[in-house]
């Protein structure tokens, strides 16, 4: 049973399998890995009022990008799946260059090899729940955008951040703005932001309410 779910959840069909198998069951749900999902600022301080000039300023190592996610998908019917992960990336490589506001990546590039685990609930009683494993190559890439500093831990990325977090086998979509806290600690940046979407969203005729949350945390070194 856990194979023959594990392999369901991987598939590309995932919601026309659930609507499909809600016809013979009634109450079932479709489960998914895949949401759009907006970043939203970890700060509330005024993004007009901003100092782009920083003490992170350099160029950077990356070393790593930890996540945890969770997604709660839940259906007219009491039927409700909860996904889960947590992971930190291998295979690191590329650089990120802070210089007075503008941001720089190059070559940036990370593998996640982890575990997923999926529990379906109907009616608040387990119905059923695998874990399964889930991997993602974010192949070398370049890319230049801004930042703000906008207090001594806090900072906003007009065009998004240097990655997203990893869902099943993809990425989240890409975002346009968001923020965060960063911490320098020696030669260590890290930077954490958290993501969270709230949808609402039809298939083969059954309405479905979608919560996709994750909070990641990227390391630099300065080189």
């Known amino acids: ?21 809600k016809k013979t069951m009634k109450k079932l749900i479709a489960p998914t890995l895949l949401s ?12 007009n009022n901003v100092n782009s000039a920083s003490a992170i300023d ?4 990356f070393t790593s990008v930890s996540a945890s996610t969770n997604s709660t998908l839940t259906d007219a019917y009491g039927g409700k799946m909860v ?3 947590d992971y930190t990336s291998i295979n690191n490589g590329g650089t990120a260059i802070f210089n007075n506001g503008s941001l720089t990546a190059t070559g940036l590039t990370y593998t996640v090899d982890a575990q997923a685990k999926g529990i379906y609930y109907q009616d608040g009683a387990i119905l059923d ?22 207090s001594s831990d806090s900072i906003y990325f007009p065009q998004g951040g240097l990655t997203t977090p990893v869902d099943g086998s993809n990425p989240y979509p890409a975002t346009t703005g968001g923020g965060g806290r960063y911490k320098l600690s020696g030669k260590t940046l890290t930077i954490t932001q958290q993501y969270l979407k709230d949808s609402t969203f039809t298939d083969s005729g059954e309405t479905y309410n979608m919560e996709q ?3 990641t945390s990227i390391m630099l070194e300065k080189q």
Not at 1 to 21: G, P, Q, R, V
Not at 138 to 146: D, K, R
């Open 1 to 21: 049973m856990a194979d023959y779910f594990s392999a369901i959840l991987n598939s590309k069909n995932i919601f026309l399998f659930w609507a499909t198998k």
């Open 36 to 47: 759009i999902v907006i970043l939203i600022t970890s700060c509330t301080k005024d993004k």
């Open 58 to 61: 350099g160029t950077y190592k």
């Open 83 to 85: 996904t889960t992960s």
């Open 129 to 150: 729940s695998s874990s399964y494993p889930f991997a993602f190559t974010l192949p070398s890439s370049n890319s230049v955008g801004q930042y703000k500093i906008i």
């Open 213 to 215: 949350s994750a909070t």
